[in-house]
Nanobody, 126 residues
Framework: VQLQASGGGLVQAGDSLRLSCAASGRTFSSNTMAWFRQASGKEREFVAGIPWNGPKTSYTDSVKGRFIISRDNAKNTVYLQMNSLNPEDTAAYYC????????????????????WGQGTQVTVSS
């Protein structure tokens, strides 16, 4: 079972990026998926989450109105559209999957997720 995150890069403040998280090994279409991020020297924090069938989503306050999480279950992929990026968004971004199936619950603690991708770096310059 693997989660492969991609799409990170170096951008300027105000730019946009779209992260993707592709799953292989098994389908995650029945599982809540989430994005977390970890800045240098800080703890991993919840960014956004989406349950197995949408459309309900959850975001941390600092990204509300700027980030959009979505999923394509046919492609076994979750996305994070990030708009109006600012330097405070600089971090390694990780996708994660909750193994509980068909749950509408979106956990905000890293310990509630069982499978993790390797992370993709997002760096926003001012």
């Amino acid at each position: 079972v693997q989660l492969q995150a991609s799409g990170g890069g170096l951008v300027q403040a105000g730019d946009s990026l779209r992260l993707s998280c592709a799953a292989s090994g098994r389908t995650f279409s029945s599982n809540t998926m989430a994005w977390f991020r970890q800045a240098s020297g800080k703890e991993r924090e919840f960014v956004a989450g989406i349950p197995w069938n949408g459309p309900k989503t959850s975001y941390t306050d600092s990204v509300k109105g700027r980030f959009i999480i979505s999923r394509d279950n046919a492609k076994n992929t979750v996305y994070l559209q990030m708009n109006s990026l600012n330097p405070e968004d600089t971090a390694a971004y990780y996708c994660a999957a909750d193994r509980r199936a068909y749950s509408w619950y979106i956990g905000r603690a890293a310990g509630e997720y069982d499978d993790w991708g390797q992370g993709t770096q997002v760096t926003v310059s001012s």
